[in-house]
């Protein structure tokens, strides 16, 4: 098996959130998360299902490389959810990242002994979430939530998938039975939101509250009525944006 490629040493007391990745539409999502997840000091060890690679290459045209993985993500992170390769530049500092590839069964992410504060599935195939429920750990992604779930550590799973089927929905039920948050890439508009980012956003923002991580990338409902119209200050949220 191969072992794992860091962009920082590995120092004690590194407890990081595991961000799989998996094939279905959404990849947008998965760098808001990464970015945040990044931008509020958390370390983060980063699992890249196949299909994800093939779903990432199609919606944006980057790539994931084993042994590029630094450089093609650093890429990835910059580019907007309107298409923009330069969105986000300069990207975040990649150093809190690991990198494990998802064909590696004997990763740190597969043992239960493996320090980890949980585990985001962002976005979340319906094949994935299959895997997750019946316990296959066909891969990395599949074994890690599996860990997971085990270890009674917080797992979200974002779904990304729509009309969903009878069979689909009895797993994401075994999902919610086993302790995981079912979270559904469904974007609200109370937050003011009118751009693909900004929508973008608030789902990975939702995806960070069910983790407990904060975050500035949607505004919150305050309980007034018109008070994230279009057009206000902040309407859109108090994430940073690229200048």
Known sequence: MGASVSAGPDGGGRTPWIVGVSGASGTPYAA????ALLDAGESVDLVVSRAARLTLLDET???I???HWREDLSRWLARGADG???AFRPGPDLAAVRYWSAGDLAAGPSSGSYPAKGMLIVPASTACVAGVALGLSKDLLQRAAGVTLKERRPLVVAVRETP??????RQLTALDDAGAVVLPASPAFYAGGTTAQELVDF???RVLDAAGVPHRLYRRW???LGGAAPGEPGAAGEAERPE
């Open 164 to 169: 969903l089927s009878g069979q689909t929905l």
């Open 84 to 86: 923009r390769p330069d």
């Open 203 to 205: 789902v990975a923002g």
């Open 61 to 63: 045209g980057a790539a």
């Open 65 to 67: 490389r084993d042994g």
């Open 222 to 224: 305050t309980g007034e």
């Open 32 to 35: 808001s998360v990464l970015r």
